[in-house]
């Protein structure tokens, strides 16, 4: 506001001044910050969520009262417990990991504050096993889906309880048949005895017998 005042003095000519109020000023302002901010507000820096009045000098020479309604975001920070196969891996933002460890990830929120995110990530060894197997003639072995009747070495995936793969390797041997033809001549009354069999007449008979071998 503006008023005009005259003064007299004594011996003087009267003296006519303009005296101008100048409002207050004030501001208000609401600010919200990412947990670990700060707001410096003149002389005072602000770390909390809460209103705060902070007294400034303006430029004009008069007090600014600058009120702030701050709020502070809590941090963002997830944890997670993560379990992949040998040879898997796990990407978290921009990082990929293939090895068992706690690993500590900052992420870009929507928001715009950053998430920390904790990843327990255990990579499962790799199960592999090898067996040695012998067959006789006309035998078989199966692994998986897989059935296997001649000698070789042959390799099986298959998937474990644990939904990761078990990597098989059969060594087989297929004994090769015991076959054997003897030509045997006796005299009348006389009799051959072959296995649990005996004969007495002549002819061509075909007997299997169990080798030590099995």
Do not use: M, W
């Not at 992949?84 to 990830?105: H, K, R």
């Amino acid at each position: 506001t503006t008023e005009i005042y005259t003064l007299s003095l004594h011996d003087a000519l009267p003296i006519s001044t303009h005296l101008t109020i100048r409002p207050a000023n004030t501001f208000t302002q609401t600010i919200t910050l990412c947990a670990g901010g700060s707001l410096t507000v003149g002389i005072n820096t602000h770390t909390a969520t809460g209103t705060y009045t902070d007294v400034l000098v303006a430029k004009n020479g008069c007090d600014s009262t600058a009120t702030t309604n701050l709020t502070i975001r809590p941090a963002n920070t997830f944890t997670q417990t993560i379990t992949v196969c040998s040879g898997g891996n796990l990407t978290v933002g921009t990082n990929t990991y293939t090895a068992t460890g706690t690993y500590s990830d900052v992420l870009v929120s929507k928001s715009g504050c950053d998430s920390t995110v904790t990843t327990h990530l255990t990579v499962r060894p790799a199960h592999t096993f090898t067996q040695t197997i012998t067959v006789c003639a006309g035998g078989s072995v199966t692994v998986g889906t897989n059935t296997y009747t001649t000698t070789g070495t042959y390799t099986d995936v298959l998937v474990a309880k644990n939904g990761c793969d078990s990597t098989v390797t059969t060594n087989l041997t297929v004994r090769p048949a015991n076959t054997f033809t003897q030509t045997i001549t006796v005299c009348s009354g006389g009799s051959l005895a072959v296995g649990t069999n005996t004969y007495t007449a002549t002819g061509t008979y075909t007997d299997v017998l169990v080798a030590k071998n099995g």
